[in-house]
């Protein structure tokens, strides 16, 4: 059994392919391999070289391990999934060149916007709503697994898959694997390591995020959006939130989890490309100090 460590760029603030308030690609690279990390994601498809032999050289070239890419889109609309379908044929032939990438994670939209907040679906869905979901999650996974890869759907704030009742339902609904998101699951007022041990056996790659409870009780005060709460640091390094991450591992080594953890902060955006680097590096320290 083995548990390696990784980072996404969302630790450098970066959500979207480009804009101009996140980290240059390269910069972000650098500082992946500087903070001690020994694998990455993807990110955005387009955010870091998307080709090869350029994305396997700049990898190599800091000793890096590829371990997944990402893909995100409206599972209540079939034309969005239509295009995440072809983004996954693309990421499929990229990572087919990398060994130890073995997943796709599935982004749903969030029914707010990611810059302002605003409210842009209904946040509840009818039943009939809810039948088209899953089996867009269904088709969305399956599409992975003709590559040979496994698609690992990531429940997530202000999305209609965010609370422990609503994932349960879609495990129930579906036979689709989770990319376990340990800070949005304590955002969406779960309790992680009960709900991790309780699903292992779906549950075959994770993200580790902290929460901090404290910015979540002044956001439901005060009615923040979550990309406002995102500014007020409400995702924090692991070590500085409300996740106890030394019971945690003791969790993945019960269930003799064998892979990736991939550290994904939410940043965006960041107020100088300065702030990253040293928040990733207590990250993996608090890590490390945690059995990782």
Not at 31 to 46: C, F, H, I, K, T
Not at 141 to 153: K, M, N, Q, Y
Not at 200 to 207: G, K, M, S, V
Request: proline letters at 5%; a negative charge.
């Amino acid at each position: 059994m083995s548990i390696k460590v990784g980072i996404a760029p969302d630790s450098w603030g970066v959500w979207f392919p480009e804009h101009e308030k996140q980290t240059p690609w390269s910069r972000c690279m650098d500082e992946m391999r500087e903070a001690g990390y020994d694998g990455v994601e993807l990110g955005p498809w387009g955010y870091f070289p998307n080709r090869n032999p350029a994305l396997e050289q700049e990898l190599n070239k800091r000793s890096l391990t590829l371990v997944a890419g990402t893909v995100g889109g409206d599972f209540l609309n079939d034309t969005s999934v239509d295009e995440m379908c072809g983004t996954i044929d693309d990421i499929a032939n990229l990572l087919g060149d990398f060994p130890e990438a073995k997943y796709i994670v599935l982004l749903p939209a969030m029914y707010t916007d990611l810059e302002t907040g605003e409210l842009v679906m209904d946040p509840n869905l009818t039943d009939e709503q809810w039948g088209k979901y899953v089996k867009n999650v269904q088709r969305a996974a399956d599409h992975v697994e003709r590559h040979g890869l496994i698609g690992t759907f990531h429940p997530h704030v202000d999305c209609h898959v965010q609370t422990e009742e609503q994932i349960e339902r879609l495990l129930t609904d579906t036979d689709v694997m989770l990319c376990f998101d340990t800070g949005h699951h304590v955002y969406g007022g779960g309790e992680p390591i009960a709900f991790y041990r309780k699903h292992a056996e779906r549950i075959p790659y994770i993200h580790i995020k902290d929460c901090d409870l404290a910015v979540k009780a002044e956001m439901d005060q005060k009615k923040w959006s979550f990309a406002k709460a995102v500014t007020e640091d409400i995702m924090v390094e692991p070590g500085r939130g409300s996740i106890d991450f030394e019971k945690l591992h003791d969790a993945l080594v019960e269930k003799n989890y064998d892979g990736w953890v991939v550290v994904e902060q939410d940043l965006f955006p960041v107020k100088s490309f300065e702030v990253p680097l040293p928040i990733a590096k207590r990250g993996r320290e608090n890590l490390r100090k945690a059995g990782f």
